[in-house]
């Protein structure tokens, strides 16, 4: 049932929004819970934009009604399928991810505070890299790819538990130093096209790019399924994507300089709700 | 069969003798955003330039201008100003110096470098994430950019 709503929604894919404008919409996840997907720019922002926007906004109509309802949402069978994962014992220890925390919504309100600083650890960690510490050490099981698809799933997991709360990350304190690079990054003008993620989400947004729509470029819906690629996609896979069309050396996937960048990014978003796994084209 | 290689060579040459020599990106000479002189001595040819202004492999002006005259191309974006009437409001000089590096005309500009090599962070090998290697050049060769001149000079109100 779910496989066949994938392959309709899969031709919905040629509907591309011609508007320029962030379509007026309230999002409504399964006619229960009412997302903020506009809300007033967080301080660190206010002397560049008043409002911050979600992606959700600058999609096109049934993409935007494919994500409000968790039937239709095709990234949902990528949250089924980490919730088993979840409860499946691995490595060495005998453990699963239940054995220590119960239920996956006891996860709810990790989402909304990462990338955040770890004290015993002495560093900033995205979610990817807490769930891999998990594995590796508590449970004596192999690390996951960063961006693999066990990863981006069970990211996906950990985010839909955690739909309508705001994004919260910490930028000041021990996280003040890593927050500074990502902005460092999210300013300077890459590759041989020269252009910074500010030239596209924050001066040009709601614009047409040849035929994307810029959106801000926010984080608060990933992990996304793409209706182009059928997956899930994690967001250090999009940040290589857009340095990439800058005809740039892109940085990899849990890299240092895309965890700052994260950090950044996220805290740009902070006041959305979490909305991931949303739908993108 | 090397005779004949080398024959048409020399005609090829004698051809152009008396044009300039090609100026090299870093050697472009740059007067209030302008430039004055040809990049090549040869005169850039228009319905080159109208392909390149639409194609998306070459310069994908579209990508960010809207041009009347380009409607067959699909999706214009809307990031620089249209197009239409550029050939009204520049002189020669001036789209040459626009399109070979903005910037000089328009500080900050977030149109890219079609005729400049040097000052990247991070260039990369075309869109493939990796780094440049030494096939690094232009994004447009000096005859490309003097088709695309040539091309935005006819476009009057």
Same mark, same amino acid.
């Given at each position: 049932m779910k496989i066949w709503t994938g392959a309709v929604l899969a031709s919905?894919?040629?509907?591309?929004?011609?508007?320029?404008?962030?379509?007026e919409d309230t999002l409504i996840l399964n006619e229960d819970i009412t997302l903020v997907t506009r809300t007033a720019a967080p301080d660190h922002l206010s002397d560049v934009m008043d409002e911050v926007i979600s992606?959700?906004?600058?999609?096109g109509t049934e993409t935007r009604a494919m994500q409000a309802d968790d039937f239709d949402n095709p990234g949902m069978i990528f949250v089924e399928q980490a919730e088993e994962v979840w409860n499946t014992v691995d490595g060495s220890e005998g453990k699963s991810c239940a054995s220590c925390h119960e239920g996956p919504e006891s996860m709810a309100g990790v989402r909304p505070v990462y990338p955040k600083y770890n004290e015993a650890a002495g560093e900033v960690r995205t979610l990817e890299m807490q769930i891999n510490d998990c594995r590796e050490n508590r449970m004596g099981a192999e690390t996951w790819k960063y961006t693999g698809g066990d990863m981006v799933n069970m990211t996906a997991l950990l985010a839909s538990v955690s739909r309508g709360m705001p994004v919260n990350v910490a930028?000041?304190? #021990?996280a003040q130093s890593t927050w500074e690079a990502g902005k460092e990054l999210y300013y300077t003008r890459t590759g041989q096209l020269e252009l910074a993620c500010s030239n596209c989400h924050e001066d040009n947004y709601g614009n047409m790019i040849r035929a994307d729509h810029l959106s801000?470029?926010?984080?608060?819906?990933? #992990?996304v399924y793409r209706l182009k690629n059928t997956k899930l996609n994690a967001a250090h896979a999009r940040f290589k994507g857009c340095i990439r069309d800058t005809r740039a050396e892109t940085y990899s996937p849990g890299s240092p300089e895309f965890i700052a960048l994260e950090l950044y990014v996220a805290s740009r978003g902070n006041g959305l709700s979490v909305e991931g796994p949303s739908i993108r084209n | 069969m090397e005779r004949i290689f080398l024959a048409i060579l020399a005609l090829t040459a004698s051809t152009f003798s008396g044009a300039a020599e090609e100026i090299a990106p870093t050697a472009v000479v740059y007067v209030d955003g302008g430039v004055?002189?040809?990049?090549?001595?040869t005169a850039g040819d228009p319905a080159m330039g109208r392909e390149i202004v639409g194609n998306k492999s070459l310069g994908n002006c579209v990508a960010c201008h809207e041009v009347t005259d380009l409607a067959d191309v699909p999706f214009h974006g809307e990031i620089g100003p249209m197009l239409d009437g550029a050939g009204d409001r520049w002189t020669e000089a001036e789209l040459r110096g626009i399109v070979a590096n903005a910037k000089i005309m328009f500080?900050?500009?977030?149109?890219?470098?079609?005729y400049k090599t040097e000052g990247f962070i991070r260039p990369g090998n075309a869109y493939t994430g990796e780094a440049a290697d030494d096939t690094f050049g232009p994004l447009l060769t000096a005859q490309q950019i003097e088709d695309v001149v040539a091309y935005l000079a006819t476009l009057k109100e």
């Open positions: 919905a894919l040629a509907a591309v929004p011609l508007s320029a404008e962030p379509v992606g959700w906004h600058f999609r930028i000041d304190g #021990p801000q470029g926010q984080i608060n819906g990933f #992990p | 004055e002189t040809s990049l090549t001595g500080e900050d500009s977030m149109m890219p470098s079609f």
